[in-house]
């Protein structure tokens, strides 16, 4: 049996705030906006993983209305939401994401992000996927925004 996972994720930039992309620091002059860091790629590969295998979503499990996961980092979220899937039987096999935004530019950061996600989520780089797109006159440039989809085998 296989399960496939769909996350979706936005925030709007902040400034003075680190920039955080799959736990990786980018040299940018704005973070993004929310209770946690904001790492908009981990709470989507999070969401994918938690719908893969039929858990709440992010918001339901870590609400920002809880003062313990003020200022909490993404990869907390990224490791329960891998802990809950791999208690329910599952294997993850790959993901592939997309990071919407026209700046920063992703390409230089690409490799650094996917040897951090690998390490992560105990992945081969080559299962991992990131790509940068520009937002091609879609929305207003405020934010990034970040889909990923994922697929896990049951193993039992
Ligand atoms: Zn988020």
């Not at 858990?55 to 907390?76: H, M, R, Y």
């Not at 081969?124 to 940068?132: F, Q, R």
Request: contains cysteine; negative net charge; proline residues 3%.
């Amino acid at each position: 049996m296989i399960r496939v996972g769909l996350g979706f994720d936005s925030h709007e930039f902040e400034e003075g705030k680190p920039l955080l992309l799959g736990g990786v620091k980018i040299d940018y002059p704005k973070g993004l906006k929310g209770h946690s860091d904001g790492d908009v790629l981990l709470h989507a590969i999070t969401d994918a993983l938690l719908g893969a295998v039929g858990e709440e979503d992010i918001g339901q499990l870590f609400p920002d209305t809880d003062e313990k996961w003020k200022g909490a980092g993404s990869e907390v979220f990224l490791k329960e939401a891998l802990r809950r899937a791999k208690e329910r039987g599952f294997r993850l096999i790959n993901i592939d994401c997309v990071l919407i935004t026209d700046e920063p530019k992703i390409a230089p950061y690409k490799q650094a992000i996917r040897k951090r996600l690998s390490e992560l989520l105990g992945l081969a780089e080559e299962n991992i996927s990131l790509k940068g797109k520009r937002r091609e006159g879609f929305c207003r440039e405020e934010g990034i925004a970040c889909l990923c989809v994922v697929l896990l085998s049951y193993e039992g």
